[in-house]
């Protein structure tokens, strides 16, 4: 399938979504493996009461309870997801291991969000345009405005590329100026490699140093008081 959009010099765009929309089956294998993941990093970091890091009542297919303030210190130290393919502590099977063992390319960091429809989102961070497909839910179901800013991880799986399950809206409306600036570097990005496949994410996420916070200071800041609060879990 296909997202076409609209540069605002009236380019229009075609761009490839190879993986979209999860069947119960992927839906079961992402969130099992994640949330083995999550409660792994938890045992490692020490991020939250291991007793709050719970299934949520009636939904096994989404992250854990306080699983999103773990994953966000998981995925500043993706050094974890290899320890745990090595050593196996939660004894899952090769279907998990080999869907946990690309996300050690995970790229997490603040994306503008430029177009959007049920299938797929198009972002973009200072480097490329991303593809990223619907999860269970329709792509455009979490996109607050377009254009709009998020933290998002991206994950690589079955051959394209999804958000870790979590959405923090950082900005929604972008002040009147930016607007313009936003349509221009969007275009510019359109002229070069539009990242949507696996392979594509984790080339270019081997690039990116561990350790390296890609969110503004100022942003992170507010990501961590809204976990402390508890506004986010």
Not at 10 to 32: E, I, K, N, Q
Request: include cysteine; proline fraction near 6%.
């Amino acid at each position: 399938m296909s997202l076409h959009w609209q540069t605002s010099d009236g380019t229009v765009v075609a761009t490839y979504v190879p993986y979209s929309h999860m069947s119960d089956d992927d839906a079961r294998l992402f969130y099992t493996t994640m949330n083995s993941l999550l409660v792994y990093a938890n045992q490692r970091m020490g991020v939250v009461d291991p007793r709050a890091l719970v299934e949520r009542e009636g939904a096994p297919c989404m992250l854990y309870e306080h699983g999103g303030q773990v994953a966000d210190a998981l995925w500043r130290n993706r050094g974890l997801v290899d320890d745990f393919v090595r050593d196996n502590p939660m004894r899952l099977g090769d279907a998990h291991l080999a869907c946990a063992r690309p996300w050690r390319r995970a790229v997490r960091d603040a994306f503008t969000i430029v177009a959007a429809d049920a299938d797929s989102i198009v972002c973009m961070n200072q480097d490329h345009l991303f593809v990223v497909g619907a999860m269970q839910d329709p792509a455009d179901a979490h996109v607050s405005a377009i254009p709009s800013l998020d933290l998002l991880t991206l994950l690589p799986f079955k051959g394209g590329i999804v958000t870790s399950g979590m959405t923090i809206h950082l900005s929604c409306e972008p002040a009147p100026w930016a607007v313009p600036l936003i349509a221009g570097q969007a275009r510019e990005l359109s002229r070069r490699t539009v990242i949507s496949g696996a392979d594509q994410l984790e080339a270019y996420g081997g690039l990116i140093p561990d350790g390296e916070n890609r969110v503004s200071p100022r942003f992170q800041a507010e990501v961590d008081r809204a976990f402390a609060e508890g506004a986010l879990l």
